[in-house]
C-alpha cells in the first residue's frame, strides 16, 4: 500500500495521521471506543433536500454510530465539494475522501459499465439497483480500480417529460432534449436533438426554452422541482433507461483503514443498497403525486409507437457490443447478463 507508517506512541492521547495526497490531511482524536477516530469528507451532487443526499448523511451517521465514534464522515451535498463531472477524479485524487456521483457523468471513462445506462426497460428503481450492484460486483472492471468501489445504485426507469405533447416518434423530431451521457445518444436515435447539462441546470433550462424536454426518471419532476416548468409526461418505460450511481472511497484512504472500520462500511453499505433502491421507488411515487397535483397530462405510447421506440434504439446495443470488443471488454457477455436480469425483474414486476 502507497501510504505513510502511522507512529503509534504507547502513552499518547492525540494521533496524527498523514494521507498519501498533500490535500486532506487528517489529525486524529480518540474515539468513543478507545480508538482512534478518523474525519472524511464525502462529495455528493444531489442537492441537500434530495432523499438521495439524505441517505448519504444518514449512511455517513451510521458508520460514525457503529464504529463508536472513530470514523466521522462529514456530507458536503450540492456538489460544494466537486461537482458532478469532476467526483470521480475528485476521489482518485484525494480532494474527496468518498464521491457519489453518476457514471455517465464522465462519459468515456467507464466503457464496460455505461452499459448499465442502456434503454433496456428498466421496470423500477429497486430493480435498477438490485441489478446494477450485481453487474458491478460480477464484473468488477478495471475501469474502477482507481477507486474503491463501495456500491452502486440506480433510478427507476426514464421517461420524457416535455413543455408539449409528445405521443410519437413524428412529435419528438427536432424537440431539444435535455440529456446526459449515454442518454443523449437515446434522443438522438429517436431523432430528437440531445442538449447535454447537469440535472441541476435542467429546471431553468425548460424554463427559459433552452431545451424543450428532458429524458428523467419521475422523481426528478419532484425532487428537482421540473414538473414545475413543463406540462406532459410521456409514458415511454418501454425503452427505460436508469442512470447508475457510484460510492466510491479513494484507494489510498480505503487501504489505510483498519479491517474492523472496513467491515463497518462494507455491513452498512450493502444494507444501504436496499435503502436507496426503496427511495428511488418511492421518489417515483411523490413524482408522480406531484404532477398529477399540478395537472400535467400523461401521455401513452400505443403498442405500434412501443415497438418503433424500442426498434430505434435497438442499434445502440450493437454499437455498446461492437466498441467494448475494440477495447478488449466483454460488452456481449455483460449485456446478455444485463437484459435477462431487466427482463426477469419486468417479469416479476408484471405478477405485482
Given at each position: 500500500m502507497n501510504i505513510k507508517c502511522v507512529v503509534f506512541a504507547a502513552t499518547a492521547a492525540l494521533l496524527l495521521v498523514t494521507g498519501c495526497g498533500k490535500k486532506n490531511d487528517r489529525v486524529q482524536v480518540k474515539g468513543e471506543s478507545g480508538g482512534p477516530a478518523l474525519k472524511m469528507t464525502y462529495s455528493v451532487f444531489f442537492p441537500p433536500t434530495h432523499v438521495q443526499a439524505k441517505l448519504a448523511k444518514e449512511w455517513a451517521d451510521a458508520i460514525n454510530a457503529r464504529s463508536g465514534g472513530r470514523l466521522e464522515i462529514t456530507v458536503f451535498s450540492g456538489g460544494a465539494l466537486t461537482k458532478a463531472d469532476q467526483c470521480y477524479q475528485g476521489i482518485v485524487d484525494n480532494?474527496?475522501?468518498i464521491g457519489m456521483s453518476a457514471f455517465a457523468y464522465t462519459r468515456g471513462r467507464f466503457p464496460l459499465l455505461e452499459?448499465?445506462?442502456?434503454?433496456?426497460?428498466?421496470?423500477d428503481g429497486m430493480s435498477a439497483t438490485r441489478i446494477v450492484n450485481m453487474m458491478a460486483a460480477k464484473y468488477d472492471p478495471a475501469e474502477t480500480k482507481d477507486v474503491k468501489m463501495l456500491y452502486v445504485h440506480a433510478h427507476g426507469p426514464g421517461i420524457l417529460a416535455s413543455k408539449?405533447?409528445?405521443?410519437s416518434l413524428a412529435d419528438l423530431k427536432g424537440v431539444?432534449?435535455?440529456a446526459t451521457g449515454f442518454c443523449s445518444k437515446i434522443v438522438e436515435s429517436l431523432g430528437g436533438?440531445?442538449?447535454?447539462?447537469?440535472q441541476g441546470e435542467t429546471y431553468e433550462a425548460l424554463q427559459k426554452g433552452v431545451v424543450d424536454a428532458t429524458f428523467c426518471p419521475v422523481e426528478t419532476l419532484k425532487g428537482w422541482k421540473q414538473g414545475e416548468v413543463i406540462t406532459c409526461m410521456t409514458d415511454s418505460k418501454c425503452i427505460g433507461y436508469t442512470t447508475a450511481f457510484f460510492v466510491a472511497m479513494n484507494l489510498q484512504k480505503w487501504e489505510s483503514l483498519p479491517e474492523d472500520l472496513r467491515k463497518v462500511i462494507v455491513d452498512v453499505s450493502a444494507e444501504w443498497v436496499v435503502k436507496h433502491g426503496e427511495a428511488w421507488n418511492a421518489a417515483d411515487r411523490e413524482g408522480l403525486q406531484f404532477i398529477a397535483d399540478l395537472k400535467r397530462?400523461?401521455?401513452?405510447?400505443?403498442?405500434?409507437?412501443?415497438?418503433?421506440?424500442?426498434e430505434k434504439v435497438s442499434p445502440l446495443l450493437k454499437e455498446y457490443v461492437d466498441k467494448a470488443a475494440q477495447k478488449g471488454l466483454p460488452g456481449e457477455a455483460f449485456l446478455n447478463d444485463l437484459k435477462a436480469a431487466v427482463a426477469d425483474a419486468r417479469a416479476q414486476a408484471q405478477k405485482k
Open positions: 480532494i474527496s475522501d452499459g448499465l445506462d442502456l434503454p433496456l426497460g428498466y421496470p408539449r405533447p409528445v405521443g431539444k432534449v435535455r436533438s440531445p442538449v447535454s447539462m447537469p397530462n400523461i401521455l401513452p405510447l400505443s403498442p405500434q409507437e412501443q415497438a418503433l421506440w424500442v
